[in-house]
């Protein structure tokens, strides 16, 4: 195995976030955002924003290349719409009424009692933006149902980071990787470059999504890496760092029990500590960089896609992770 560089921190990506300007196109969806479900710092979307030419796959046409940027910050705002709920409000009952927007077999009730419908109403709303946004693009009809289904599995990751957190004797880091993983969105990001990529071989979209399952993996353990300890705060510990933790026992189950049960008075402070002693974060940028070595491995490959763009992109991304720790 080859083993990367990981301290790949560059100053000037912070300085470069802050100073990037969202589109005007979605500011007033976020504003509504901001007044309905959370007050987030822009600084999230900004670094969303700022990254999204960096994962973007070499076949998207360079003349849709600002139109696929603001699709997937749309489809982002959406998805987040969706954690909110589940993760942080745990708000199931909402989570799976605004979960069915993309889908035209199945329809919202907002009327259940237990529902908050403005939440549902936003979540469509920003749902028909996202459509919109794509539906003229190239291929839309072609790969549209791939970008619903992955879709699907996004959605599949966020409730299952819920029962998780529920059922803390679900603590698997492989189940883990498999399903949360699905949450950082690379599968529906590189659907809709698809969309827009006419000169894409079709023939190599099984060994394309090979690569962006793996890929899919490396930006979650960039992130796992530097928001675990900010969620234990708000009680949540489905972080694969966690998850990792219990695994290997540096942690009990009935730790993590009780901070879910009152974050501000668990022992939080020794978790964390226990979890940096046994380098838990260390051995997950292992598995980053064994990552790695096999999405370089299909290089030569896929000619329709230019893979090791994509891993410079990925390095980027990973580099944007550690300088931005605790902020997201």
């Known amino acids: ?7 790949l921190t560059d100053a000037t990506h912070i300085e ?25 710092d822009r600084f999230l979307w900004k670094w969303l924003y700022y990254l999204f030419p960096e994962i973007t796959l070499s076949c998207v046409h360079p003349d849709d290349g600002q139109q696929v940027r603001e699709g997937k910050l749309l489809a982002s705002l959406y998805v987040t719409i969706l954690d909110d709920l589940a993760e942080r409000d745990e708000d199931v009952h909402t989570f799976r009424e605004a979960a069915k927007a993309p889908f035209d077999h199945q329809t919202a009730d907002e009327t259940h009692p237990e529902v908050d419908a403005a939440t549902v109403a936003l979540a469509h709303e920003v749902w028909e933006r996202v459509d919109e946004s794509l539906e003229s693009a190239p291929r839309y009809a072609e790969f549209s149902d791939l970008l619903r289904f992955d879709l699907g599995r996004t959605n599949t990751a966020i409730e299952y980071t819920y029962l998780l957190n529920h059922h803390l004797e679900l603590a698997s880091l492989e189940e883990t990787a498999i399903y949360d993983s699905h949450n950082m969105m690379l599968f529906p990001y590189a659907t809709i470059d698809l969309l827009y990529s006419p000169a894409f071989d ?28 900010r969620e234990l705060e708000e009680g949540d510990c489905s972080s694969g ?5 219990v695994e290997r026992d540096v942690v009990s189950r009935e730790q993590l029990e009780r901070l879910r049960a009152d974050p501000a008075t668990a022992d939080r402070d ?3 500590a226990r979890i940096h002693e046994a380098n838990i974060e260390d051995r997950l940028l292992e598995r980053w960089s064994e990552h790695y070595d096999h999405v370089e491995g299909y290089a030569a490959d896929i000619e329709s896609v230019d893979v090791e763009a994509l891993l410079e992109g990925l390095e980027t991304v990973l580099a944007c992770h550690l300088e931005s720790r605790g902020r997201k």
């Open 16 to 40: 470069r976030i802050e100073e990037t300007a969202l589109p005007a196109s979605v500011s007033t969806l976020l504003e509504t955002y901001e007044e309905i479900v959370d007050e987030r």
């Open 202 to 229: 079709r023939s190599e979209l099984g060994r394309l999504r090979d690569v962006l399952r793996r890929a899919q993996q490396m930006t979650r353990i960039g992130n796992w890496v530097t928001t675990w300890e």
């Open 270 to 272: 020794e978790i964390v």
């Open 1 to 7: 195995m080859t083993t990367r560089n990981t301290d």
């Open 241 to 245: 760092v966690v998850v990792s933790a």
